[in-house]
């Protein structure tokens, strides 16, 4: 397989960022990493959107636990009561998830990532706005990020009871 070139791009609409976080789903062979304040702007709930998580999450076995969706979230009140079909991929795929919400300190942070084997990622500079920068194939630019991720998760609580009898 061919190493695809680095690329920084920086972009400013809605259909734009939506483009780019489905880029960024494509592209994740082991490893999701999002933080967002409530999961509404990536649009998660969506169809196509749905699918590529649950073919990300479905491409191996629940013995190998390789996959990992791991999500840091400042408020869950929409994920509780107004994502169901997310929810339903979340406890289907329970091994493979897990959801953290961050502490009361650091919930005013505005910005979201989207991060993909620490190489490919999308990351909304504020929640409130447009604008975002998608990064392909480039783990040096993704690793702030990453590292970033890494130490919101040590920091956050896990948010989610998610089901998984019959394991």
Not at 139 to 166: D, H, M, V, Y
Request: net charge neutral.
């Amino acid at each position: 397989m061919t190493a695809l070139p680095s690329q920084y791009t920086l972009l400013t609409g809605e259909s734009e960022y939506r483009a780019a976080i489905d880029t960024v789903l494509d592209s994740a062979m082991n490893t999701l990493a999002i933080l967002d304040r409530d999961l509404a702007a990536l649009r998660l709930e969506e169809p196509q959107r749905l699918t590529k998580l649950g073919n990300f999450l479905h491409a191996q076995h629940p013995s190998e636990r390789t996959k990992k969706l791991r999500i840091v979230i400042h408020q869950t009140h929409l994920l509780d009561s107004h994502m169901p079909r997310l929810m339903n991929l979340f406890t289907r795929y329970a091994h493979a998830v897990d959801v953290r919400q961050s502490p009361d300190n650091l919930r005013q942070l505005a910005d979201t990532h989207l991060l993909a084997d620490g190489c490919h990622g999308v990351r909304r500079f504020h929640i409130d706005h447009a604008r975002c920068a998608l990064i392909q194939a480039d783990p040096a630019a993704i690793q702030p990020w990453q590292q970033r991720f890494e130490e919101l998760w040590a920091l956050s609580l896990p948010c989610l009871k998610l089901n998984t009898a019959g394991l």
